[in-house]
């Protein structure tokens, strides 16, 4: 069993910066393929960006490539989503999320935190 939290959500303004935080229990954090997703209001949830285990492989959506970075610091648990230049479209709920495979689609992580707000003011 795997709990994950996130944190680092805010407002921002546009063309800001913010980094979000995915932390995890468990021992075996490595072992997960960590994704990031978001949700915006009346909207279906979309992936962002994902990590392999050991953090040697990243994959970005198309639209946030160049804009937001993922890494991993496997000591601490802990996954990050670097976010520049953000955007008012960006404005969503942000979860992170973990899988033993890396091609996984949406449905088949088998964990899921709660969720941080990122809103970006125009």
């Known amino acids: 069993q795997v709990q994950l939290v996130e944190s680092g959500g805010g407002l921002v303004q546009a063309g800001g910066s913010l980094r979000l935080s995915c932390t995890a229990s468990?021992?075996?954090?490595?072992?997960?393929?960590i994704g990031w997703f978001r949700q915006a209001p009346g909207k279906e949830r979309e992936f962002v960006s994902r990590?392999?285990?050991?953090?040697?492989?990243?994959y970005y959506a198309d639209s946030v490539k160049g804009r937001f970075t993922i890494s991993r610091d496997n000591a601490k648990n802990t996954v990050y989503l670097q976010m520049n230049s953000l955007k008012p479209e960006d404005t969503a709920v942000y979860h992170c999320?973990?899988?033993?495979?890396?091609?996984?689609?949406?449905?088949?992580?088998?964990?899921w935190g709660q969720g941080t707000q990122v809103t970006v003011s125009s």
């Open positions: 468990g021992r075996t954090f490595g072992i997960y393929t």
């Open positions: 990590i392999s285990g050991m953090g040697l492989s990243t």
């Open positions: 999320a973990a899988s033993t495979s890396w091609r996984s689609t949406m449905r088949e992580y088998d964990y």
